[in-house]
C-alpha cells in the first residue's frame, strides 16, 4: 500500500507536465455504452466507460497517440489524437451498432460433470490440465461441498480416495495445523492454501473454499519439505472477487446444538471494475452427542484485488479464526496392549456418550493468515508472480487428556495447559512463463523461497497423588463405565487448584524455536510432441535450525544446518489427445536430521523416493473423468538405533510404502453424477528398531478405503432443481499402536453412510443432510483412539443475490 501510495503521489506531480482526454461514448441511438475499453495504442494506459458513457486518461505524457474504442464483439473504433502538456482534450466516440445490439451476454455453463476439474494453476505452480500433469492429484469442488452440507475441510476431504483422518484439529499452537491425515501410509496436515505455507491449527472452515487440491506423493521439490509429508500435502484453493455485485447468505442448523451462519459477498469498488472486493464470513456453535464438549468458531476472510493496468496486478486477502471449546475426547495407552487385556477399539470398556471432561476445561485459539501478491506480466509470454504469506496462530488454556489403564476398567485423566504461539513468514517469488526452441514448446516456473517458522510455546504438566498410588503425571483414576463417584471432579476449580500444588507444573515444557528455509527451483514441462510431454525439476534447499532456546539458561541448543537436494521427474503420453494419458513419474521427499553417528558424522536429509504409473481419463466431452495408477515410495536415511554403540544412533533405515489408487467422477445421464474411488496400501518398516522391524506403521492409515457419492438432480419440468445423494465411506481396521514391546492395538474397519436432498431454485438453495445414517461407532486415532460422532442431521437455507 505503501508503494501504491507514493506511486499516486508521484503521478499527481506529474500532472503539469501530462495531458488529460476526456470523452463520451455512445451507441448509435444516443444512449450511453457502458464498458467499452478505452486505451492508448501500443501502451498499457486504459480505462473503461462507466455506466454514464464517461471516460477520462490522465497523465499522458506529450505526443501524437492513437485512442481504441473496444468492446469485444463488436468493431473497434481508432482516433487519431495529439497532446500538450498541462491541456485536457475532449474526444467522443458514436458506436455503430444500437443499445438493442449492446445486449448483456450471459455466459452459461453447460457442464455436465460439475465435479470434475480439468485444470490446476497451483498443483504445478502454473496452469497445467490434469492430462498433462505426470502427478496425480485429486479436486473436491465447492459444487460437492454445497450439495453434501460440508462446512469444513474435514468433511469435504472424505471425497478422496486413500486419505484418512487420524486427529481431529486440536486447537494447540507448536505442533499445530490443523487435523492430522494419513496417505499413501504417511501422516501429513493441512498447510497450504493457494499454493503457499497457510497452516490452520483449529478446524478449517469451508466458507471460503473454492476447492481442495489433494497432491499424491512426496512433493517437496515445487512447496518445499516444511509443508508436504511423503503422502503428499492438502492445498486449499480460496474464493476470488469478481466483477459485479453479488453474494449468498445462509443459515444452517442441526443436532447436538450446531447452529452456523454464513455470509459471502462480493462488489466492485469501482466503476471501471479495476478494485474489487470480496469477503466470506462464518459463525459456528457446536456441542457433542457426548454429555460434555462444544466448539465454537468465528472466521472472517476479506480480499481485495486491484487491477492497475494490463500488465500489474495486486491481490490481498486474509483469513481470521477465533475458537473456543474442549478438546475432543483422546485415549492414549498407559499399559500395553497385553496389560490392556484387548487389541481393539469396540472391546475396551468405555462408555461412548461419556466425555469424561467438564464443559468449563476450554482451550481458546486464534488464527490469523495473510497474503499479499504481485503479479506483473514482463511479455506476452512471461509472467512474474511475487507472493508473502504470514501466518499467526495462538493458543491458551487446558488440554484434557486420558489413559487406558491395565485391566481395561479404569481410565486415568490429566491434563496440559497450553500458553504460545508460532509464526510463520514466507517469501515467494516465481517467473512464470513459455518458449519454443524449434517446434518444441517448454513451460517454465523457476522461483525463489524464503520460509520462517518460529515458535514460542509453554506447556505446564500436572503432576501428583492419583487414586491412592502415585503417579507424576495424572491428575485422578477413575472407573471407564457405570457408577464414576468422581466423575465431576474433572473441572476448571479443581485443576487449577491442583496446579498450584504441583511441583511440575512450575517446570514447564518449553518450545523456543526458529528455523530458516531459503530454496530455489525450476520445472520445465516439454511437449516433445503435441501428444507426448516430459516434466524434470529440480529444487536446492538449505535448511537453518537455529536450534531450542532455554529461557532459564538463555542458552540455545540443538542448532544445525543441511543442505538438500530434491529431483522431480514425470512422463505423459497422450493416447487420445485431451482424452486419455499414460503417465509415469518418479519424485522425492525429504526430511532434515540432527546429530551425529559413533564416528562423527553427521546426519544428512532422511529421503523418499516414489515411482508410481497409470491413466488418467477425460473422455465422453467431460463426462468421464479418473484416474488408476499404481505407486512405490522407498524412504530411506532413516535414523535408528544403533545396537553396536548403544549410546549412539546410524542412519541406515529404511521404509516401504505401495499401493493402489483408483478415482472416478462420472456423468452417465444427465442429472446423474458420481464420485467414486478405492485406495489399498502395503506400508512396513523393513529396516528399523528391532521393536517395529517388519510391522506396519501406526501412521499408516488402513490397508484398504473406499469412498462413493451418488447424485441426481432434475434439470427439467417443475420439479427443476430437485436432488438427492447418498453415499459414504469404507476404511479397514488401523492400526493405533505397532510395535512387539507394546503389542498391536487396532481401531476397527467401518462404514459411515451419509445422504442429502436439495432444491436449488437459483435465487434460493434448501438442503437437507444426514450424516452417519446408520448412527455407527467408530474410532480413529494415532498412537490414541478417538470416538466419533453419531448419526448428525442438518437442515440449510441459502439466499443468493
Given at each position: 500500500?505503501?508503494?501504491?501510495?507514493?506511486?499516486?503521489?508521484?503521478?499527481?506531480?506529474?500532472?503539469?507536465?501530462?495531458?488529460?482526454?476526456?470523452?463520451?461514448?455512445?451507441?448509435?441511438?444516443?444512449?450511453?455504452?457502458?464498458?467499452?475499453?478505452i486505451?492508448?495504442?501500443?501502451?498499457?494506459?486504459?480505462?473503461?466507460?462507466?455506466?454514464?458513457?464517461?471516460?477520462?486518461?490522465?497523465?499522458?505524457?506529450?505526443?501524437?497517440?492513437?485512442?481504441?474504442?473496444?468492446?469485444?464483439?463488436?468493431?473497434?473504433?481508432?482516433?487519431?489524437?495529439?497532446?500538450?502538456?498541462?491541456?485536457?482534450?475532449?474526444?467522443?466516440f458514436?458506436?455503430?451498432?444500437?443499445?438493442?445490439?449492446?445486449?448483456?451476454?450471459?455466459?452459461?455453463?453447460?457442464?455436465?460433470?460439475?465435479?470434475?476439474?480439468?485444470?490446476s494453476?497451483?498443483?504445478?505452480?502454473?496452469?497445467?490440465?490434469?492430462?498433462?500433469?505426470?502427478?496425480?492429484?485429486?479436486?473436491?469442488?465447492?459444487?460437492?461441498?454445497t450439495?453434501?452440507?460440508?462446512?469444513?475441510?474435514?468433511?469435504?476431504?472424505?471425497?478422496?480416495?486413500?486419505?484418512?483422518?487420524?486427529?481431529?484439529?486440536?486447537?494447540?499452537?507448536?505442533?499445530?495445523?490443523?487435523?492430522?491425515?494419513?496417505?499413501?501410509?504417511?501422516?501429513?496436515?493441512?498447510?497450504?492454501?493457494?499454493?503457499?505455507?497457510?497452516?490452520?491449527?483449529?478446524?478449517?472452515?469451508?466458507?471460503?473454499?473454492?476447492?481442495?487440491?489433494?497432491?499424491?506423493?512426496?512433493s517437496?521439490?515445487?512447496?518445499?519439505?516444511?509443508?508436504?509429508?511423503?503422502?503428499?500435502?492438502?492445498?486449499?484453493?480460496?474464493?476470488?472477487?469478481?466483477d459485479?455485485?453479488?453474494?449468498?447468505?445462509?443459515?444452517?442448523?442441526?443436532?447436538?446444538?450446531?447452529?452456523?451462519?454464513?455470509?459471502?459477498?462480493?462488489?466492485?469498488?469501482?466503476?471501471?471494475?479495476?478494485?474489487?472486493?470480496?469477503?466470506?464470513?462464518?459463525?459456528?456453535?457446536?456441542?457433542?452427542?457426548?454429555?460434555?464438549?462444544?466448539?465454537?468458531?468465528?472466521?472472517?476472510?476479506?480480499?481485495?484485488?486491484?487491477?492497475?493496468?494490463?500488465?500489474?496486478?495486486?491481490?490481498?486477502?486474509?483469513?481470521l479464526?477465533?475458537?473456543?471449546?474442549?478438546?475432543?475426547?483422546?485415549?492414549?495407552?498407559?499399559?500395553?496392549?497385553?496389560?490392556?487385556?484387548?487389541?481393539?477399539?469396540?472391546?475396551?470398556?468405555?462408555?461412548?456418550?461419556?466425555?469424561?471432561?467438564?464443559?468449563?476445561?476450554?482451550?481458546?485459539?486464534?488464527?490469523?493468515?495473510?497474503?499479499?501478491?504481485?503479479?506483473?506480466?514482463?511479455?506476452?509470454?512471461?509472467?512474474?508472480?511475487?507472493?508473502?504469506?504470514?501466518?499467526?496462530?495462538?493458543?491458551?488454556?487446558?488440554?484434557?487428556?486420558?489413559?487406558?489403564?491395565?485391566?481395561?476398567?479404569?481410565?486415568?485423566?490429566?491434563?496440559?495447559?497450553?500458553?504460545?504461539?508460532d509464526?510463520?513468514?514466507?517469501?515467494?517469488?516465481?517467473?512464470?512463463?513459455?518458449?519454443?526452441?524449434?517446434?518444441?514448446?517448454?513451460?517454465?516456473?523457476?522461483?525463489?523461497?524464503?520460509?520462517?517458522?518460529?515458535?514460542?510455546?509453554?506447556?505446564?504438566?500436572?503432576?501428583?497423588?492419583?487414586?491412592?498410588?502415585?503417579?507424576?503425571?495424572?491428575?485422578?483414576?477413575?472407573?471407564?463405565?457405570?457408577?464414576?463417584?468422581?466423575?465431576?471432579?474433572?473441572n476448571?476449580?479443581?485443576?487449577d487448584?491442583?496446579?498450584?500444588?504441583?511441583?511440575?507444573?512450575?517446570?514447564?515444557?518449553?518450545?523456543?524455536?526458529?528455523?530458516?528455509?531459503?530454496?530455489?527451483?525450476?520445472?520445465?514441462?516439454?511437449?516433445?510432441?503435441?501428444?507426448?510431454?516430459?516434466?524434470?525439476?529440480?529444487?536446492?534447499?538449505?535448511?537453518?535450525?537455529?536450534?531450542?532456546?532455554?529461557?532459564?539458561?538463555?542458552?540455545?541448543?540443538?542448532?544445525?544446518?543441511?543442505?538438500?537436494?530434491?529431483?522431480?521427474?514425470?512422463?505423459?503420453?497422450?493416447?487420445?489427445?485431451?482424452?486419455?494419458?499414460?503417465?509415469?513419474?518418479?519424485?522425492?521427499?525429504?526430511?532434515?536430521?540432527?546429530?551425529?553417528?559413533?564416528?562423527?558424522?553427521?546426519?544428512?536429509?532422511?529421503?523418499?523416493?516414489?515411482?508410481?504409473?497409470?491413466?488418467?481419463?477425460?473422455?465422453?466431452?467431460?463426462?468421464?473423468?479418473?484416474?488408476?495408477?499404481?505407486y512405490?515410495?522407498?524412504?530411506?536415511?532413516?535414523?535408528?538405533?544403533?545396537?553396536?554403540?548403544?549410546?549412539?544412533?546410524v542412519?541406515?533405515?529404511?521404509?516401504?510404502?505401495?499401493?493402489l489408487?483408483?478415482?472416478?467422477?462420472?456423468n452417465?445421464?444427465?442429472?446423474?453424477?458420481?464420485?467414486?474411488?478405492?485406495?489399498h496400501?502395503?506400508?512396513?518398516?523393513?529396516?528399523?528398531?528391532?521393536?517395529?522391524?517388519?510391522?506396519?506403521?501406526?501412521?499408516?492409515?488402513?490397508?484398504?478405503?473406499?469412498?462413493?457419492?451418488?447424485?441426481?438432480r432434475?434439470?427439467?419440468?417443475?420439479?427443476?432443481?430437485?436432488?438427492?445423494?447418498?453415499?459414504?465411506?469404507?476404511?479397514?481396521?488401523?492400526?493405533?499402536?505397532?510395535?512387539?514391546?507394546?503389542?498391536?492395538?487396532?481401531?476397527?474397519?467401518?462404514?459411515?453412510?451419509?445422504?442429502?436432498?436439495?432444491?436449488?431454485?437459483?435465487?434460493?438453495?434448501?438442503?437437507?443432510?444426514?450424516?452417519?445414517l446408520?448412527?455407527?461407532?467408530?474410532?480413529?486415532?494415532?498412537?490414541?483412539?478417538?470416538?466419533?460422532?453419531?448419526?448428525?442431521?442438518?437442515?440449510?437455507?441459502?439466499?443468493?443475490?
Open positions: 500500500m505503501i508503494i501504491l501510495l507514493a506511486t499516486t503521489h508521484w503521478c499527481y506531480g506529474q500532472s503539469a507536465s501530462t495531458g488529460t482526454i476526456t470523452g463520451t461514448v455512445q451507441t448509435a441511438d444516443g444512449k450511453p455504452a457502458a464498458s467499452v475499453s486505451s492508448l495504442k501500443g501502451l498499457t494506459h486504459g480505462t473503461m466507460v462507466d455506466l454514464n458513457g464517461h471516460y477520462e486518461l490522465k497523465n499522458i505524457h506529450p505526443g501524437t497517440y492513437s485512442l481504441v474504442a473496444r468492446l469485444i464483439g463488436l468493431s473497434t473504433q481508432t482516433k487519431q489524437v495529439v497532446v500538450n502538456a498541462g491541456e485536457t482534450l475532449q474526444l467522443d458514436t458506436l455503430q451498432e444500437s443499445s438493442q445490439q449492446l445486449h448483456e451476454v450471459v455466459v452459461s455453463s453447460k457442464k455436465a460433470n460439475r465435479f470434475s476439474a480439468p485444470k494453476s497451483d498443483a504445478a505452480k502454473m496452469p497445467l490440465n490434469n492430462l498433462e500433469n505426470a502427478q496425480v492429484y485429486s479436486t473436491v469442488t465447492s459444487a460437492l461441498m450439495e453434501q452440507s460440508a462446512f469444513s475441510m474435514d468433511d469435504a476431504l472424505r471425497n478422496v480416495p486413500g486419505i484418512n483422518r487420524l486427529w481431529a484439529a486440536t486447537d494447540r499452537s507448536g505442533f499445530g495445523n490443523g487435523s492430522s491425515f494419513a496417505l499413501r501410509g504417511f501422516q501429513l496436515n493441512t498447510s497450504l492454501r493457494n499454493g503457499l505455507p497457510s497452516n490452520v491449527s483449529t478446524t478449517i472452515d469451508a466458507a471460503n473454499i473454492e476447492s481442495i487440491e489433494v497432491l499424491k506423493g512426496p517437496a521439490t515445487l512447496f518445499g519439505s516444511a509443508v508436504t509429508s511423503y503422502g503428499g500435502l492438502i492445498n486449499r484453493v480460496t474464493k476470488k472477487p469478481y459485479h455485485v453479488g453474494g449468498e447468505i445462509a443459515y444452517s442448523g442441526g443436532s447436538y446444538g450446531f447452529n452456523r451462519l454464513l455470509a459471502d459477498v462480493n462488489t466492485p469498488l469501482d466503476s471501471a471494475k479495476n478494485l474489487l472486493f470480496r469477503i466470506n464470513t462464518s459463525l459456528n456453535t457446536q456441542k457433542t452427542w457426548q454429555d460434555a464438549g462444544f466448539h465454537n468458531s468465528i472466521f472472517v476472510a476479506p480480499s481485495l484485488t486491484y487491477k492497475v493496468n494490463e500488465r500489474l496486478s495486486f491481490s490481498f486477502d486474509a483469513e479464526y477465533k475458537s473456543e471449546g474442549t478438546t475432543p475426547t483422546t485415549f492414549f495407552f498407559y499399559a500395553t496392549v497385553p496389560q490392556l487385556g484387548v487389541n481393539s477399539a469396540d472391546k475396551l470398556n468405555l462408555d461412548y456418550n461419556r466425555a469424561y471432561i467438564s464443559n468449563d476445561l476450554v482451550l481458546r485459539s486464534s488464527n490469523l493468515n495473510f497474503v499479499g501478491q504481485m503479479n506483473y506480466k514482463l511479455s506476452d509470454n512471461w509472467t512474474s508472480q511475487t507472493n508473502i504469506s504470514v501466518v499467526n496462530t495462538n493458543s491458551y488454556g487446558p488440554m484434557p487428556y486420558f489413559y487406558l489403564l491395565a485391566g481395561n476398567k479404569q481410565i486415568a485423566r490429566n491434563v496440559w495447559t497450553i500458553d504460545g504461539y509464526r510463520t513468514l514466507d517469501i515467494q517469488q516465481n517467473f512464470v512463463g513459455k518458449f519454443n526452441i524449434g517446434t518444441v514448446k517448454n513451460r517454465v516456473v523457476a522461483g525463489i523461497d524464503y520460509y520462517n517458522y518460529n515458535a514460542n510455546v509453554v506447556y505446564h504438566e500436572f503432576s501428583g497423588t492419583a487414586g491412592g498410588q502415585t503417579a507424576d503425571d495424572l491428575f485422578d483414576v477413575i472407573n471407564s463405565t457405570g457408577n464414576i463417584p468422581n466423575y465431576l471432579n474433572f476448571k476449580a479443581k485443576v487448584s491442583a496446579y498450584a500444588n504441583s511441583p511440575a507444573s512450575k517446570n514447564p515444557y518449553i518450545i523456543s524455536n526458529k528455523q530458516y528455509i531459503t530454496s530455489a527451483y525450476i520445472s520445465d514441462v516439454v511437449n516433445i510432441t503435441d501428444q507426448l510431454i516430459v516434466n524434470a525439476a529440480l529444487r536446492i534447499d538449505h535448511f537453518d535450525n537455529a536450534g531450542n532456546y532455554n529461557p532459564t539458561s538463555g542458552t540455545t541448543s540443538g542448532g544445525f544446518k543441511q543442505t538438500a537436494l530434491s529431483p522431480k521427474f514425470g512422463v505423459v503420453y497422450q493416447v487420445f489427445k485431451d482424452k486419455v494419458s499414460l503417465f509415469g513419474n518418479f519424485q522425492n521427499g525429504f526430511t532434515n536430521k540432527t546429530g551425529t553417528d559413533y564416528a562423527g558424522h553427521s546426519f544428512k536429509p532422511e529421503q523418499a523416493n516414489q515411482l508410481e504409473g497409470g491413466v488418467k481419463l477425460n473422455a465422453f466431452d467431460g463426462k468421464l473423468s479418473g484416474t488408476i495408477s499404481y512405490d515410495i522407498k524412504v530411506k536415511d532413516i535414523v535408528r538405533s544403533d545396537i553396536d554403540h548403544p549410546n549412539f544412533s542412519q541406515n533405515g529404511t521404509q516401504l510404502s505401495k499401493g489408487e483408483a478415482e472416478i467422477i462420472a452417465p445421464f444427465t442429472g446423474f453424477n458420481i464420485v467414486a474411488g478405492y485406495a496400501n502395503n506400508s512396513k518398516y523393513t529396516n528399523a528398531d528391532d521393536d517395529v522391524n517388519g510391522l506396519r506403521p501406526n501412521s499408516s492409515g488402513p490397508e484398504d478405503m473406499a469412498n462413493l457419492w451418488l447424485s441426481y432434475i434439470t427439467k419440468g417443475s420439479a427443476k432443481g430437485l436432488g438427492f445423494g447418498f453415499g459414504g465411506n469404507y476404511s479397514g481396521k488401523s492400526l493405533v499402536v505397532s510395535s512387539k514391546s507394546s503389542g498391536q492395538f487396532y481401531v476397527p474397519e467401518y462404514t459411515v453412510l451419509n445422504s442429502s436432498v436439495f432444491y436449488d431454485a437459483g435465487k434460493f438453495r434448501l438442503t437437507a443432510a444426514v450424516n452417519n446408520a448412527n455407527k461407532k467408530y474410532w480413529i486415532g494415532w498412537y490414541t483412539v478417538n470416538p466419533q460422532q453419531l448419526r448428525s442431521i442438518s437442515g440449510s437455507i441459502a439466499f443468493k443475490f
